[in-house]
């Protein structure tokens, strides 16, 4: 089994090098990483007609990294033209923070995911939650053994998993994305143009199947996304 994982923390992160030691697990693991942090950069791609590339970069259990100046999504595409393989698999993670309800909009690291859909090959984002996780390791093993020891990746394309900072996880759920968000206030700086930004996380009244839901219960939660966002009911209804 051939592995592609990208991710948008950097290729300096060090949770890069978690995903690729269990990965490692699975079979052979390449390695494409912006050279930068690019998260909340969502499906942003580089459109000059050139973009650098530093080969000469190490992470212990893969056979070959590139160090992408761009985004996550350029990873991909980098990654599959240069190391010139059939990958069976793209992982993008593991990232640090949350991917959960809407932030899969903004997520460099789910945008990565979603590029390697397009070009044709199944994809895992995994993100865990902020702060320092001593079973992470353990945690990220469960959600490989989950998607790949089970084969799901030939079956479901995209699948979006999100692993809770808990030391005891209480099992793996699958979940429906929710609707939780970052809320931003903006004020202004006296004496400056700047204005500073204050988030506020704004929870909503959630089915039991929600993302957000299990996470807070404790339960790594796996929600399969699409490509498509056609809203089929409203077109149902506009084509009558």
């Known amino acids: 089994m051939r592995i592609l994982v990208v991710n948008d923390d950097g290729v300096k992160s060090p949770h890069l090098e978690t995903i690729v030691k269990v990965a490692s697990r699975y079979g052979l693991v390449y390695v494409a990483a912006p050279i930068e942090h690019q998260s909340a950069t969502s499906h942003a791609i580089t459109i000059s007609n050139r973009i650098e590339v530093d080969e000469n970069v190490f992470i212990p259990n893969s056979e070959k990294t590139i160090a992408v100046g761009g985004f996550p999504a350029d990873c991909v ?18 990232n640090e923070g949350l991917n ?16 390697a859909n397009i070009l044709g090959l199944p994809a895992l984002a995994i993100s865990t939650d902020r702060g320092y996780n001593p079973n992470i390791e353990n945690h990220v093993a469960m959600v490989l053994d989950e998607v790949i020891g089970n084969k799901l990746y030939e079956k479901y394309k995209l699948l979006n998993a999100n692993i809770p900072r808990v030391e005891q996880i209480k099992g793996i759920k699958y979940t429906h994305q929710g609707m939780r968000l970052y809320h931003a206030e903006f004020t202004k700086i006296p004496d400056s143009n700047d204005y500073k930004i204050t988030y506020s996380l704004m929870i909503y009244d959630e089915g039991p199947d929600a993302d957000s839901t299990k996470l807070d219960e404790d339960y790594i939660v796996i929600t399969p996304l699409s490509i498509d966002q056609t809203n089929y009911e409203e077109l149902k209804s506009l084509k009558k």
């Not at 595409?77 to 593991?94: K, M, Q, T, Y």
């Not at 959960?100 to 590029?115: C, H, K, N």
């Open 77 to 94: 595409r980098l990654g599959v033209a240069l190391f010139e393989h059939n990958f069976d698999l793209v992982i993008s993670g593991l």
């Open 100 to 115: 959960i309800s809407t932030d899969v909009l903004y997520s460099g690291t789910v945008a990565a995911a979603r590029e």
